[in-house]
Nanobody, 125 residues
Framework: QKRLVESGGGSVQAGGSLRLSCVAS????????MGWFRQAPGKEREGVAA???????VYADSVKGRFTISRDNAKNTVYLEINNLKPEDTGVYYC???????????????????WGQGTQVTVSS
């Protein structure tokens, strides 16, 4: 049974940092493209970052320079480090997993079939 569990969200002030984690089970983790997505209230889900090959991370333009995705295949875990948080980063953050191949691994929600339950990030000004 495939399962993704996110953690690390919380309430922080603008300018702060968070590191989100997502632990996967029931999949051969190293063969999966792992993505992070977020959904703000009243808005559509937005792709943030994706990573399969550790040297080829893909980021949404809106988060480049502040967000870093990484993974530890030995721990079946993908991370999202968020620096210089802004109020517009508020939302539920989801991780997702799919077999896409390194060249196709990008944060497009429609390409992912396995999702976690999300973790809330709230940034106050």
């Amino acid at each position: 049974q495939k399962r993704l569990v996110e953690s690390g969200g919380g309430s922080v002030q603008a300018g702060g940092s968070l590191r989100l984690s997502c632990v996967a089970s029931g999949i051969t983790f190293s063969g999966y493209c792992m993505g992070w997505f977020r959904q703000a209230p009243g808005k559509e889900r937005e792709g943030v970052a994706a990573l399969e090959d550790k040297d080829r991370a893909v980021y949404a333009d809106s988060v480049k320079g502040r967000f870093t995705i990484s993974r530890d295949n030995a721990k079946n875990t993908v991370y999202l480090e968020i620096n210089n948080l802004k109020p517009e980063d508020t939302g539920v953050y989801y991780c997702a997993a799919e077999i896409l191949g390194p060249m196709w691994c990008s944060p497009r929600a429609g390409n992912f079939g396995n999702w976690g339950q999300g973790t809330q990030v709230t940034v106050s000004s």
